[in-house]
């Protein structure tokens, strides 16, 4: 398969229009990494360091995600260098083609470090054909993860060929058409026996400051009985971002012990209900706003224990504050909070961290996918 290949070097002028087969991409880097070395050293009178902690595969869609997936490389450039492979899936395009670059960058130390880009721009008929090219273009020696930017189908092969070969997969439920539809999707590919690797959303790590406020809200010694009297869980959210109220939902009841029922979607409200460890009915409503964010507005949590009840509500006020209150017998407090949203470059680089299996995501994903199995009643 024959491909065109366009070599780049960030601190060097630039080399292009070279044209060599798929199969020489590994060659053709080795070339450039001796290149931008002579060239470094040259002018700058220093040997850089090639600095590699992982490969990166980010796989993207259209203008706009080239542009989130270039925005999050020149991010993680600055602290987890890595070779990156971008594949942009091309509806015009007829074959297989490539651009590679070195980037290199001053560290903190003065030593001048660089890691290495491939851009590879795939028609969508030769997608069966990106895994044996990924599979030789991987640092072997680190650790592997995959993005899939946007819209992605977990049954096709190349979703699962190239899953094989990395460590970690990233996607970011939120920006898929039939978010409910993935997510089910996605915890039956993790429950799929023989699956070695681990796997996360982007949506339940925006969510993570949320999670935090509830459990430490709940951690008082008046509150702390309350938590186990759960009886309603109303959360609001921006249309894109019903899967990270789902999550939600569904890490509450893997932490609380709760065995998720059924669920009914009426209009823009999903109802479902759980029941409690110690029996009792909890009543959970996930409501779809009007609303131009992408992110969850409010959760409200009404406990009861005997006689006292306890309230919270976490509402959003802007893209950077939240506001917390807090109702138990005799106590009302209110706290507005720094919550400013993670971008995705931020999002990403989190995600890069992790190494092991998120037990907690895997088990709210489960409870929040059972809800989804019962589903009843009109979209």
Same mark, same amino acid.
């Given at each position: 398969?024959?491909?065109?290949?366009?070599?780049?070097?960030?601190?060097?002028?630039?080399?292009?229009?070279?044209?060599?087969?798929?199969?020489?991409?590994?060659? %053709?880097?080795?070339?450039?990494?001796?290149?931008?070395?002579?060239?470094? %050293?040259?002018?700058?009178?220093?040997?850089?360091?090639?600095?590699?902690?992982?490969?990166?595969?980010?796989?993207?869609?259209?203008?706009?995600?080239?542009?989130?997936?270039?925005?999050?490389?020149?991010?993680?450039?600055?602290?987890?260098?890595?070779?990156?492979?971008?594949?942009?899936?091309?509806?015009?395009?007829?074959?297989?083609?490539?651009?590679?670059?070195?980037?290199?960058?001053?560290?903190?130390?003065?030593?001048?470090?660089?890691?290495?880009?491939?851009?590879?721009?795939?028609?969508?008929?030769?997608?069966?054909?990106?895994?044996?090219?990924?599979? %030789?273009?991987?640092?072997?020696?680190?650790?592997?993860?995959?993005?899939?930017?946007?819209?992605?189908?977990?049954?096709?092969?190349?979703?699962?060929?190239?899953?094989?070969?990395?460590?970690?997969?990233?996607?970011?439920?939120?920006?898929?058409?039939?978010?409910?539809?993935?997510?089910?999707?996605?915890?039956?590919?993790?429950?799929? %026996?023989?699956?070695?690797?681990?796997?996360?959303?982007?949506?339940?790590?925006?969510?993570?400051?949320?999670?935090?406020?509830?459990?430490?809200?709940?951690?008082?010694?008046?509150?702390?009985?309350?938590?186990?009297?759960?009886?309603?869980?109303?959360?609001?959210?921006? #249309?894109?971002?019903?899967?990270?109220?789902?999550?939600?939902?569904?890490?509450?009841?893997?932490?609380?012990?709760?065995?998720?029922?059924?669920?009914?979607?009426?209009?823009?409200?999903?109802?479902?209900?759980?029941?409690?460890?110690?029996?009792?009915?909890?009543?959970?409503?996930?409501?779809?706003?009007?609303?131009?964010?992408?992110?969850?507005?409010?959760?409200?949590?009404?406990?009861?224990?005997?006689?006292?009840?306890?309230?919270?509500?976490?509402?959003?006020?802007?893209?950077?504050?939240?506001?917390?209150?807090?109702?138990?017998?005799?106590?009302?407090?209110?706290?507005?909070?720094?919550?400013?949203? #993670?971008?995705?470059?931020?999002?990403?680089?989190?995600?890069?961290?992790?190494?092991?299996?998120?037990?907690?995501?895997?088990?709210?994903?489960?409870?929040?996918?059972?809800?989804?199995?019962?589903?009843?009643?009109?979209?």
């Amino acid at each position: 398969m024959a491909s065109t290949v366009n070599r780049t070097a960030v601190v060097v002028p630039a080399i292009r229009g070279r044209s060599v087969s798929v199969e020489q991409l590994p060659l %053709e880097l080795a070339r450039l990494w001796a290149e931008v070395s002579a060239q470094v %050293e040259a002018e700058h009178q220093q040997i850089p360091i090639q600095t590699n902690v992982l490969t990166l595969i980010a796989v993207a869609r259209g203008p706009l995600e080239q542009r989130i997936v270039r925005d999050t490389l020149q991010h993680l450039a600055e602290v987890q260098p890595s070779r990156a492979i971008a594949v942009y899936i091309d509806n015009v395009a007829d074959k297989l083609s490539a651009d590679i670059s070195a980037m290199c960058r001053p560290a903190t130390d003065g030593r001048i470090t660089c890691y290495e880009v491939v851009e590879l721009h795939a028609p969508p008929q030769q997608l069966d054909a990106l895994p044996s090219v990924l599979h %030789e273009l991987e640092l072997y020696d680190l650790p592997s993860f995959i993005w899939w930017v946007g819209e992605v189908d977990l049954r096709s092969n190349v979703f699962r060929s190239t899953a094989r070969l990395v460590e970690r997969v990233i996607i970011d439920t939120s920006r898929c058409e039939d978010a409910a539809a993935v997510l089910q999707e996605y915890a039956a590919f993790l429950g799929q %026996e023989g699956n070695t690797c681990t796997a996360s959303d982007l949506t339940w790590a925006r969510a993570t400051s949320w999670r935090e406020i509830v459990a430490q809200s709940f951690d008082s010694p008046l509150a702390r009985d309350l938590l186990w009297g759960i009886q309603n869980v109303e959360i609001d959210f921006d #249309p894109p971002a019903e899967t990270q109220a789902l999550l939600f939902a569904g890490w509450l009841a893997s932490r609380l012990g709760w065995d998720p029922v059924l669920a009914e979607r009426r209009g823009s409200t999903l109802r479902a209900i759980a029941t409690a460890a110690n029996g009792s009915t909890v009543a959970v409503a996930l409501n779809r706003q009007a609303s131009a964010g992408s992110s969850l507005r409010s959760i409200r949590i009404l406990a009861r224990d005997g006689t006292s009840t306890a309230r919270m509500t976490i509402r959003r006020r802007d893209d950077r504050l939240a506001s917390v209150l807090m109702e138990t017998p005799g106590i009302r407090q209110e706290r507005v909070i720094p919550d400013a949203r #993670p971008g995705i470059p931020d999002l990403v680089s989190a995600e890069l961290l992790a190494h092991t299996r998120d037990r907690v995501f895997v088990e709210a994903l489960r409870c929040a996918t059972h809800w989804l199995s019962t589903l009843k009643g009109n979209a």
